[in-house]
Antibody, heavy 116, light 111 residues
């Protein structure tokens, strides 16, 4: 079975940094694009970033470009999101997601709270 | 970039049927969309992709009660024989080479 398990969330002050991780299993990780999708409290889903199979191409939503960096390690079957210069509006549940054109599998999410 | 629009809410009675709509922006009316279900307090779950032709392709384990269809820029999710566990938020998603876009979601209430 496909499993995506996120970790690394927590409470951070505005301007701080955090690194999220996603451990993938149950499929050939290197065969798939991967995404991060977030959901602010009580709000809808917002796509954040994705990364190509080999890691060469990366794309971001405008609001995080230049502050967040997506990466992957196929040897560890892991996806990462380095988040710098965090803002209050980045507070959300962050989901790791597998893509097969659309998202087709979701993790359970890790909560990031940005507050002073 | 593409835009998808959903009604904010819908309701239907237990055992009845409902059809939810996702509308693509006019320049992207031929795009494929995906439907996702999010039950209260849970992570989203992928339901299916729906093409402009009306063809749909469901995810693993999705009941036969769920189906998709299409008309012009509209993509539909139909649920028959509504169950209490179908009460959830339903999101549509579309994508191109550089982005993914989610609709605002439709909250389905089962009466």
């Amino acid at each position: 079975d496909v499993q995506l398990v996120e970790s690394g969330g927590g409470l951070v002050q505005p301007g701080g940094s955090l690194r999220l991780s996603c451990a993938a299993s149950g499929f050939i990780f290197s065969d798939y694009w991967m995404s991060w999708v977030r959901q602010a409290p009580g709000k809808g889903l917002e796509w954040v970033a994705n990364i190509k199979r080999g890691g060469g191409d990366k794309f971001y939503v405008d609001s995080v470009r230049g502050r967040f960096t997506i990466s992957r390690d196929s040897a560890k079957n892991s996806l990462y999101l380095q988040m710098n210069n965090l803002r209050v509006e980045d507070t959300a549940l962050y989901y790791c997601a597998r893509e097969d054109d659309s998202v087709d599998y979701w993790g359970q999410g890790t909560l990031v709270t940005v507050s002073s | 970039q593409p835009v998808v629009t959903q009604s904010s809410s819908a309701s239907a009675s237990l055992g009845s049927s409902v059809k939810l709509t996702c509308t693509l922006s006019s320049a992207h009316s031929h795009y494929i969309i995906a439907w996702h279900q999010q039950q209260p307090g849970k992570a989203p779950r992928y339901l299916m992709k729906v093409e402009g032709s009306g063809r749909f392709n469901k995810g693993s384990g999705i009941p036969d009660r769920f189906s998709g269809s299409s008309s012009g820029a509209d993509r539909y999710l139909s649920i028959s024989n509504l169950q209490s566990e179908d009460e959830a938020q339903y999101y549509c998603e579309t994508w191109d080479i550089t982005t993914h876009v989610f609709g605002g979601g439709t909250k389905l209430t089962v009466l």
